[in-house]
């Protein structure tokens, strides 16, 4: 196997993983958010959550046809995301969007790193990961919008999800 493919298989599979993790953030949260009949936040996080499903599958595709197994910690990965959205929406919508901040933060500079490495590589992927990096921005400055800064206890949680986040991405590129 080429450095090419390595470099592929990895960013491949860390990113279907970091979206289905996405996926599951928002999911526990619209959960959350429809049981207390919030709609407007329920109506937000399902915008946001389109974008992250257009991202997952786009991944799950071209993993499956570049025949890439997912990370062996998938399923670890979207019951913890699933809490993580369940936890921070029982905190309150601020909090909610704290979350989203923060692994965004994390996720754009994550998207970034693996745009420098296509360049020359796969020209492709690059411009799709440059949308997506785009949309994770977006998604970041609406959660910033939405009043995440105005969060208690912001400094922290932001810190907690950053730092679990990195983690996350850690372990997907290598297990």
Do not use: W
Not at 131 to 155: C, L, M, P, Q, W
């Amino acid at each position: 196997m080429n450095v090419k493919e390595n470099i592929l298989k990895k960013i491949i599979r860390v990113d279907q993983a970091g979206e289905l993790g996405a996926q599951q953030i928002y999911q526990g949260q619209k959960m959350i958010f429809k049981l207390q009949k919030n709609k407007k936040d329920f109506d937000q996080i399902s915008k946001m959550a389109v974008d992250e499903k257009e991202h997952l599958d786009f991944f799950d595709n071209i993993a499956k046809e570049k025949k890439i197994r997912p990370t062996k910690l998938k399923g670890l990965f979207g019951l913890g995301a699933y809490a993580m959205g369940v936890g921070t929406a029982l905190m309150g919508p601020k909090a909610a969007y704290v979350c989203t901040e923060a692994v965004e933060e994390i996720i754009e500079k994550h998207y970034q790193k693996q745009i420098d490495q296509l360049e020359g590589v796969d020209e492709e992927l690059r411009k799709k990961l440059v949308k997506f990096r785009d949309d994770e921005v977006e998604h970041k400055n609406t959660a910033i919008d939405e009043g995440s800064r105005e969060a208690f206890g912001y400094s922290i949680l932001r810190k907690t999800i950053n730092e679990t986040t990195k983690a996350a991405i850690f372990l997907a590129e290598r297990i």
